[in-house]
């Protein structure tokens, strides 16, 4: 008979104060709208099958199986499908924390791949088991799998954890960014938003305007010309149909709006860009 003890050695590691906001598991067909978005909180995208294009701002990044993107608080970004490569993906809504590389302070976005992606893979599936499911403990569960999970990336990825201090009001204002951000094709108002927040009309328009430097409205309009771009660029909708979607009351507002940003009309913007390879 063969024995060997083996000791733990104590690791000087902060608190993580990282909690569990939501997770989702989703699968892309190009059968919804891609547009970019932000949210308070920081996320963790992970791909389980698939490719794809991880798409901020100003950037675009291929991204396959096994490949996880960590997303910044109010980070504008969205995910596409390749044709022929649905993705297949998890998302992970964290609270409190977010990421820095060992050698560099600033937050930004993190790219990543795990070669071996089964216990890592593994880690999504128990939590999205344990909300789904909602057992004896299943919050207390998924909060220590979550923790593993961190500590994981942070681990493999020589990242360094950070916390973050989030300020109800920048909530607020976030939350009616969110909301606008997933909600552009609905009629909506100033008293839609201010019924989301409960805070006083013209102090939450001033407050989202200081925050994003667009009213609302304005920024609302910003996320449905977006939404049109992409329709007449990868689509073959009428004009008419691209302006309801995009959540435009009439055509005409549509092309005078459009016309107004870009210079151009719609027809034209889709004779410029047309794209034959999505």
Known sequence: M???????KDTDLQKLNARLLSISFSKDEKDWKSVLHTHYFTELFYVVNGKGRFLFRDEVHSIKSGDLVIIPPYVEHTEQSIRGYSLEYYVIGIDGITFHPENDQTCVQVFCNF???TLITDLFVQILHEVKNQQFAS????QKLLE????????????????I????????????KEYL????????TL???????????????HSFTKYTGLSPIQYLNQRRLEAACTLLKDTDHSISDIASS?????QSYFTQIFRKNFGITPIKYRQEHNNTTI
């Open 115 to 117: 070669q071996e992606k």
């Open 191 to 205: 008293d839609t938003l201010t019924s989301l927040t409960h805070m006083n009309k013209y102090y939450m328009a």
């Open 139 to 142: 919050d207390t569960i998924c």
């Open 165 to 176: 201090q989030s300020v109800r009001m920048t909530k607020e204002c976030a939350h009616i």
């Open 181 to 188: 951000d997933n909600n552009y094709s609905e009629h909506i």
């Open 148 to 163: 593993i999970l961190i500590l994981r990336i942070i681990r493999s990825q020589r990242l360094v954890p950070a916390p």
């Open 2 to 8: 063969s024995h060997r003890n083996y000791t733990i």
């Open 246 to 250: 995009a959540g435009f009351s009439s």
